[in-house]
């Protein structure tokens, strides 16, 4: 079980970075550094120096090669391939240990349609629906990994018998749970706003507080913000009006000013109400990444979207959801007191223990 437990945490790492590296990707502007797909032009490697370029300009007539652009999106998909074949090693170790099969079966669903995603996003000249989808796949990911975890860890604590302690319930958090699903559901949709952002280039057209430039009202169109733009022959750089973009920008600001609140105050509620000391670390953790996020946010407006910042807030996001993720699923399992909190496990306990 411990090398299990290597590979869940080496892959959780691996999830990471590449949607880092996504991230990165995608606002250097090298969605399409390759215009093939899983190759680049042809072949297995970016184009490494002048030689390899004038080779490819030749076969590629009338397309702008951008070296470092191929080299960011050919890292990006290295990476993910590597990522793949970690996946499936998880899934196929759980099958012969005979724990988590159901959940990790799940998760290898996730990385192939992530990787069908990847590839329609270059063979659909970046779609933004389709980019949209695989950031949300990313992030889902990240989740799924991570509620794996959290399984290993019951799992090693009942083994170790340790004190019921840290594994009691959660009586004073159970009532907040129809909170708990109604804020997951904001914050999937603020990610989603944001994925929707930087897939139609909306993020550098606002850089006024709080939502615009003047006259932002008389422009802004709800219909125009959730239009899905088809039909064109590419989407690189956006296609869009600028009223649609500023549309979906403000939108943007006004579901982070929505998360802000109903976030932080479902945090406030549980910290006041959790009673172990695992469930209190876990609120002030979702609460600093919170604050992290919005001053992010705020920089990104500021200083016109500086890279590493914009990536960061990327990252912060993708983190943000997985503890929620995770902590909503342990105030449903803490309505009793159950050591072995199983998410897709065949094997639960019939009976919880109580306490004295």
């Known amino acids: 079980m411990s090398r299990f437990t290597g590979l869940v945490n080496f892959t959780l790492l691996l999830t990471l970075l590449v949607i880092t590296l996504g991230a990165y990707t995608r606002l250097t502007d090298a969605g ?47 990476i993910a391939g590597l990522l793949g074949l970690a996946v499936l090693t998880i899934f196929i170790t759980s099958q012969f240990i005979k724990r988590f099969r159901l ?4 998760i290898l669903a996730v990385v192939i349609f992530q990787a069908a995603l990847g590839m329609w996003t270059v063979t659909l000249n ?13 992030f889902t990911l990240l989740s799924l990994l991570a509620l794996l975890r959290m399984e290993i860890y019951w799992r090693q604590q009942a083994g170790q018998k340790l004190p019921l302690s840290n594994i009691r319930s959660e009586p004073k958090l159970s009532p907040l749970l129809p909170f708990a699903y109604l804020v997951l559901v904001i914050l999937i949709g603020q990610i989603a706003l944001g ?7 909306a993020a550098a057209v606002c850089y006024q507080l709080p939502f615009c430039e003047a006259g932002w009202v008389e422009r ?15 989407y690189e750089y956006g296609v869009l009006s600028y009223e649609a973009r500023m549309s979906i920008h403000v939108l943007h600001r006004m579901g982070a000013i929505v998360t802000l609140l109903a976030l932080g105050g479902f945090i406030f509620c549980c910290w006041r109400r ?72 065949e094997e639960e306990f019939s009976q919880p223990a109580k306490h004295k």
């Open 220 to 234: 802004f169109s709800l219909q125009s913000a959730l239009h899905v733009p088809l039909g064109h022959e590419t």
């Open 32 to 78: 399409l550094g390759c215009p093939d797909w899983p190759g680049c032009y042809g072949k297995l490697t970016a184009p490494l120096h002048d030689g390899h370029v004038a080779e490819l300009q030749q076969q590629f007539p009338g397309t702008q090669i951008e070296p470092h652009k191929a080299h960011n999106e050919m890292l990006h998909r290295y």
């Open 126 to 138: 970046l779609l933004p629906l389709v980019v949209l989808a695989h950031l949300l796949g990313g």
């Open 195 to 201: 994925g929707w952002t930087a897939s139609n280039y």
């Open 274 to 345: 959790a009673q172990t000391y695992f469930m209190k670390k876990l609120t002030l953790a979702i609460a600093c990444l919170l604050l992290l996020q919005f001053t992010l946010g705020l920089v990104n407006i500021v200083a016109q979207l500086p890279l590493l910042n914009a990536v960061a807030h990327n990252v912060v996001a993708a983190n943000l959801l997985m503890l929620l993720v995770v902590f909503v699923r342990q105030m449903f399992l803490r309505r009793v007191t159950m050591p072995l909190g199983a998410f897709f496990v």
């Open 103 to 106: 959940l990790t079966a799940f």
